[in-house]
C-alpha cells in the first residue's frame, strides 16, 4: 500500500489539464471498513491537501455523525475521490472529475483494501462507476432506493451547499437516509472498537 500511494502522489497523468497543477488527495488505509468515494478535490481542499476540509465535508460529517478525528482516521474511512485533483472551474461550477483518476488507480487501491465493509457513492460520478446498469434513472431515484444497494454500496447525493435546493424539496432524505446512514455506519465503527 505505501508504494502504491507513492505512485499516486506522483501522478501527472493528467497534469497539462489541470489549471492548478496536481496535488492527489484521498486517504486510505489496508484497515479501512468505510469507503468515501466522491467527486474531485475543490479548490480548498486543493489548497490544504485535506480530503473534505470544507463546508460539504462538515455536511457529510454531520451526516454520518462522527468528528473530525474519526473521520480522518484512515483505518475507518478510506477516501478515494473519482478525480484525485482539482479538474477546474466551468460555467456551473467545478469541471467533472478526470476520468484517468478511477481508470487507473481505483481497482489498484481497492485490492489493498481488505477489511473494506461499506463504500459510500456520493454523487452521480461514483454511482454511474460503481454502480452501472444497476443505478436507476434519475440519482434522486437512486438515493430512494439506497437500501436495494445495501450492504455493499450506499449512494448518497452530494453534501454540497449547492445542494440545499435537492434537500428542501426531497425531506425523505434527512428524515429516512440520514438516520439509516447512521446506524450501518456506527454498526460497522462500533464492531471495529469491539
Sequence with gaps: MESLLQRVAQCRICEKDL???PRPVLSVHPD????????APGTKVHATG???NDPSGDELRRWLQVDRETFYDPSVFGIIP???CYPGRGKGGDLPPRKECA????APLLDHLPRLQLTLLIGSYAQAYYLGAERKGTLTETVMNFESYLPQFFPLVHPSPRNRLWMRRNPWFEECVVPRLRQVVWELIGASKT
Excluded: D, E, R, Y
Aim: aromatic letters at 14%.
Design 32 to 39: 479501512s471498513k468505510i469507503l468515501i468515494v466522491g467527486q
Design 50 to 52: 485535506i480530503p473534505w
Design 103 to 106: 481508470a487507473t488507480w481505483h
Design 19 to 21: 489549471p492548478l497543477g
Design 82 to 84: 473519482m478525480g484525485f
